[in-house]
């Protein structure tokens, strides 16, 4: 009794400590918005072919690597004249995203202006302390969205606000002069940008100019001005005396990296000359693009459609289909509506395919224990499902060190593509905030689509029911491994541990919250 009445107590006052924890008032703040876009020829010539984004047509370049995500991040920084405006879920306190805020702060340092939002779902403690030494510069303003109090701890403020403080923003994106922006999967950290082959991202981002910018440009002033968005020095306000060491943490950090610098160095010599993806076969594509962003609302109001922006818009992509659609997300958890709408898809004739992570790959099992539940409905009704598998020779690593498929693309007939944050699952759709730009382009969706026919047999494994009369609608997973077809019975690298929490995960009553 003593033990039980002790842990009541000690649960009571977290509770109220939470309760106590309120945030500060930020009706002193000021709005802010994009700048009119600036005509740069020197930029335009630097972006291979983006002078060609006139009239209602925008130019966009895919961008796989990791490394070249940061390097384009990196070029177009350099290139910045007038603001530069950053909006990510999480920026991580690694190599990386050290020298990420390295660019920010010699950008302003020319007197760029620079405006970063990021979610303050992992904030709190010393990346507090780093944001706010960014945020002392007098042209950097940072902001922190949806945050929790500094007054109290962190974690009963997620029970005691639950519905809200378990609402994240989960955008990311990157523009430069309302004129070029970078939309997509990836965050910022060494996991993004492939500063470690033994923790690496399979991801994708767009590289964007044109018309289109304007409107990602528009979905980040609404965040920034909302009244979720609070400036990072009211939530934790510096000791005076430590003001201008933390001025001059950037500055100290880019020391650092030049003494240890990650792999693709050598990369971010000479950006001030030249933007240039890394690789040749990069292509360019032109067409129409429409950016589409939930409200910041979403992470207040209970689950009003009319924020569901980004949901509603690939919902009706969705029902437009009339040839073929393939769904790639890190995470899916289709429920039964979902199930029943891709099942009817495939029954009217449309082609559905879904490459999603495997149990090898994914860092959140507890997503693939719901996600495992669909898998038998999904390929009886004709949908064909892929998982992607860790290669044979990444097994230097060890499976733990997992290489996480983390990209978010939605491609129609292969004439559109959606690409950014949006991942197929119950938070995407009713509890983060994301945003998706859609691109018109028959040549990018082919391209696209073209480059999966080849090598999704050889990245992932194919998942069949058989039809063998001893096991009758048991699931079978292929893939091709030097050239040849090889079969499994059982869930590849799903040993007793997996089985065991995957079994457990699936008995909680969590998928909405996923």
Known sequence: MGTTRTVSCLFVCLVALAGCASLPDISARTESYAVAAHRDPALDAK??????????????????GGMDAFVARAALARRAQHTIDAQYFLLRDDKAGKLFISYLAEAADRGVRVRLLIDDFALGGRHDSRLLALDAHPDIHVRSFNPLSRAGPRLPQFATRFGTATRRMH???????????????????DKDFATRPDRRLADLDMLVAGPVVSEISHSFDTYWNSDLAYPIAVLANPKPHLALARAQQPKRDVTRLQDDPPPYSADLQGLDVDVRPRHDQMQVFHGPARAFSDDPRKVTNKRDPSHFGVAEKIDTALSQATKEVTIITPYFIPGRVGVHTLTAMVAEGVRVRVLTNGVDTINYHFVHAHYAKYRRALLAGGVELYEARVDEGDDQYGLENWRLMHAKALIIDRARVFVGSFNFDPRSVFENTEIAVVYESPAFAQ???????RDLDSMAYRLRLTSDLAQPGAIVWETRVDGEIRTSYREPRNGPVRRLKTGVYRLLPIESML
């Open 47 to 64: 972006l291979v072919g983006f002078s060609r984004a006139t009239g209602a047509k925008s130019s966009f370049m895919p961008i796989e």
């Open 171 to 189: 955008n990311k994106t990157f523009i430069v002069d309302n004129r070029a922006a970078i939309v997509g999967g990836r965050n910022v950290g």
């Open 447 to 453: 391209s696209l689509s073209t480059s999966l026919d």
